[in-house]
């Protein structure tokens, strides 16, 4: 294989000698890369890789092995995105408060915590106690396999590599004192903080705030029989978990759905990917195509500072994933040592919790010391979420367990699937490797099949053990939200193991919900129960998600629009496409007519505003009436409706918003019906006119003069809608009205892809990286697919050779370690 692979690499780089003529030739942040002289592979032992660009910056890597391709993409990655990387190396070493401060915000993207010194606490406690190193050393399928071992020692030596030749020239990060080389474990500790982000990155700072009881002054310690007065009542805490599991309220989410070939013109199949992530820091998707001869062919987005293609497709297969609802994580509820708050018991017999001590270096001050708590279950943690207080008394504590902390397999799983040849093999891929932590698949391929799966890790928390084990939180809290709460003094309470499972305590594969080959598979961030409408996903477990419950918006007219396409047949990739940029705003169907009616309605025009003032609003009833329904840049009343619609919806319940209610037997179209007499709607009216005008928005502007990004001087209009309005192409934007309306998206539509196979031996492909695949502002590649975004244009993806080879854009880049 050596011999052939050796071979192909020189065919192409000598197909591309004659585009290496200058560096002045390769984008600017590639333009110290040089090739040999006569275009072969450098030789002299160190790692090597052929980078072949073709338009919007998009690099194909090829390499004889895995450290050979991770090579190049750790170099390719930095050259578009050092800063961001090196800023993510800062947080997964514990180091922010160091270099910028202990109360300056972090960027999120590797926790959802907002403030540097409780992130340095958590991570620094992680990198001293070898968590990482002990995950790395364990043996496949339970740790990473000899394939990623090397591809993450290939990426850091790449990474390492381009800032050892180039000169950085992004202003972020430029001349900065945090920038520095990096190892394997940093590579395999920013994969630790993706598994997590679920899970204990959302517990962080009830994980590093955590310290046990102390009475002043000699003060006795509560009595059995005394309440602690921070604990949530059951209602309270049922409500705040609920909330904090709520998907639709994270800063990430997805679309996707796959048809079968029994709906498409080629009797092939289709597949669409719309995942929503941030448009800023380190959660950014970055496109490649990834080519070990004879091994390796896949193309696709990778998360920053992943060294493998996260969602993508090959010759025959193709794959997104989409946020799913099983909760990642469970409480136990531990009962005490009376004579020691830091040991608990489990069958009467007494353990001693473990400290982990850390201190934490402070730019301008002292360094901070301080304890961390852990048990065999988990870290002690006195909080998930404002909402969720569980406190650390003298007779209880509670602690977290997250089996994804004990999961470095994600990029494990992302190899697989892209070696995978049929939905079959992404199923079986997901099965050997179980490394997703958080998320759904959905997948189509060439011979017409497709696949729902939720093969995701989750602790294996089944009904019967919540109720035979949950504690009085627990059965208020797990039915709520699929959040255990089990009794930890009870050693039968242990979660047990599947046998298909690669690691204790959780799920094997065998228990996820699944859906194969039905004529269309969706979700978009609901739980798996209308993954088809016609064919109902039942049974599961309720840690895995609800049943039977009403689904958002976003989902509801997403089945309405994927089910009728499927019924339509004679599906492409260009009915793909027209999906995507559709912009059909489901709420708007559902309610801007009756909105229009009840505003309409109102006594000489007038509706009263929140602060008690009359405000005339006839204007806008005529502007709800002529809306067009959609979120397109050109569309007049989607902004009046959409800040009409936030209000409404955050101050009226449910049910006193809709005349029809929910019902299971028809879950797609309710509830429904506006209720014209709700009393939010003349209040939401006015505060939304009075706001447009004070801002000096007219009524009727067009949506993409109020809702846009700005990318070098140049205003770029940008359509799509928000989860409150059920778009598809979701773009959620942070009202700001002095600086005109929605003016920077903060999350949304990222990496697009929509793939098919028309019999030939090269997928049909066109893809969109909404924000560009470079965050360098003297990039070409800084907001080039913005442009297109905003435009509603698709690239072309260049998948086989000779469509890579005949780019007009090729560019040519042999890289390579210099010792």
């Not at 969706?522 to 409408?533: G, K, R």
């Not at 609800?546 to 004679?570: H, Q, W, Y």
Request: aromatic content about 6%.
């Amino acid at each position: 294989m050596h011999r052939r692979t050796r071979s192909a690499l020189r065919r192409v780089a000598l197909a591309g000698a004659a585009l290496l003529a200058a560096a002045a030739a390769v984008p600017p942040a590639h333009a110290q890369a040089r090739a040999a002289p006569d275009g072969r592979t450098p030789s002299g032992g160190g790692l090597s890789a052929v980078v072949r660009y073709t338009e919007n910056g998009i690099p194909h890597i090829l390499g004889r092995g895995y450290a050979q391709v991770g090579f190049g993409t750790g170099w390719a990655q930095a050259a578009d995105q050092v800063c961001v990387l090196a800023d993510g190396f800062v947080t997964v070493s514990g180091e922010r408060s160091r270099w910028f401060g202990q109360d300056a915000a972090t960027d999120g993207s590797l926790s959802s915590l907002t403030r540097n010194l409780s992130s340095d606490l958590y991570f620094k406690g992680v990198r001293e106690s070898g968590t990482v190193e002990r995950l790395l050393a364990a043996p496949a399928p339970a740790g990473p396999s000899k394939d990623l071992k090397e591809l993450m020692r290939g990426w850091a030596a790449g990474y390492n590599a381009w800032l050892a030749q180039n000169k950085v020239t992004d202003p972020a990060c430029k001349g900065a004192a945090w920038l520095r080389p990096v190892t394997t474990v940093d590579v395999a500790a920013r994969g630790f903080a993706i598994a997590v982000l679920g899970g204990e990155g959302r517990g962080i700072d009830g994980i590093t705030g955590a310290q046990p009881p102390a009475p002043a002054g000699g003060a006795r310690p509560a009595a059995p029989q005394e309440a602690d007065p921070r604990e949530a009542d059951p209602a309270a805490a049922a409500q705040a978990a609920r909330e904090f599991f709520d998907t639709s309220r994270y800063d990430m989410g997805s679309n996707a759905v796959a048809f079968a070939g029994s709906t498409t013109a080629s009797g092939r199949g289709l597949l669409l990917g719309n995942p929503h992530y941030p448009w800023q820091g380190g959660r950014r998707f970055w496109q490649s195509q990834q080519t070990i001869p004879g091994e390796l062919n896949v193309s696709g987005g990778s998360l920053l500072g992943m060294p493998a293609v996260s969602i993508g497709f090959n010759e025959k297969v193709a794959w997104s994933h989409t946020v799913a609802t099983g909760t990642p994580v469970n409480l136990h509820e531990l009962t005490l040592d009376p004579a020691d708050p830091t040991a608990y018991l489990v069958d009467g017999v007494p353990h001693t919790m473990t400290r982990r001590t850390v201190t934490v270096p402070v730019a301008g001050g002292d360094p901070v010391t301080r304890t961390q708590w852990w048990t065999r279950y988990g870290p002690v943690v006195t909080s998930l979420g404002a909402g969720l207080p569980l406190p650390w008394t003298t007779r209880s504590a509670y602690a977290l367990n997250d089996p994804n902390a004990s999961n470095l397999r994600g990029s494990d799983t992302a190899l697989a699937l892209g070696k995978a040849r049929s939905v079959a093999g992404i199923q079986a891929a997901l099965a050997r490797t179980q490394g997703l932590p958080w998320v759904n698949t959905v997948a189509a391929d060439s011979a017409g099949g497709t696949l729902f799966t939720q093969t995701q890790v989750l602790p294996r928390i089944t009904d019967e053990l919540a109720a035979r084990c949950s504690t009085p939180l627990g059965r208020a809290v797990y039915p709520a939200s699929g959040l255990a709460v089990l009794d930890g003094a009870r050693g039968d309470c242990a979660l047990g193991s599947d046998a298909d499972a690669v690691q204790p305590g959780v799920f094997g594969p065998g228990k996820a919900p699944t859906l194969r080959d039905a004529p269309y598979a969706e979700n978009s961030n609901d739980s798996a129960w209308l993954a088809n409408a016609d064919r109902p996903l039942t049974g599961y477990e309720r840690i895995w998600g609800n049943v039977a419950t009403p689904r958002s918006l976003r989902t509801r007219g997403a089945v309405e629009d994927v089910s009728a396409m499927a019924g339509k047949g004679r599906l492409t990739v260009a009915d793909l496409q027209e999906l995507q940029f559709a912009n059909r705003a489901p709420a708007g169907d559902l309610a801007a007519a009756d909105a229009a009616r009840a505003c309409s309605a109102l006594p000489g025009g007038t509706a009263t505003a929140a602060d008690g003032s009359a405000v005339d609003v006839s204007a806008a009833c005529a502007v709800l009436a002529g809306w067009d329904r959609t979120t397109d840049a050109g569309s007049r009343g989607a902004l009046l409706f959409d800040r009409f619609w936030r209000r409404l919806t955050a101050s009226t319940p449910a049910a006193d918003l809709w005349l029809v209610p929910f019902s299971a037997a028809d879950p797609v179209r309710t509830p429904r019906t506006l209720n014209r007499e709700a009393p939010g709607i003349g209040r939401a009216l006015a505060d939304t006119v009075a706001e447009l005008r004070a801002a000096g928005i007219a009524l009727d502007a067009p949506l993409g003069e109020h809702q846009f990004v700005v990318r070098g001087g140049q205003k770029l209009p940008v359509g799509g809608g928000t989860e409150a309005l059920g778009v598809w192409n979701k773009v959620e934007a942070r009202w700001n009205a002095a600086a005109g309306g929605y003016p920077d998206v903060a999350n949304g539509s990222s990496h697009i892809q929509a793939v098919g196979w028309d019999g030939s031996s090269c997928p049909v492909a066109r893809t969109l990286l909404t924000y560009g695949q470079s965050s360098n502002p003297g990039s070409p590649y800084y907001a080039d697919q913005t442009r297109l975004f905003s435009e509603e244009r698709w690239v072309r993806a260049r998948f086989c050779e000779r469509d890579i080879l005949t780019s007009p854009q090729l560019k040519v880049v042999l890289v390579r370690e210099r010792r």
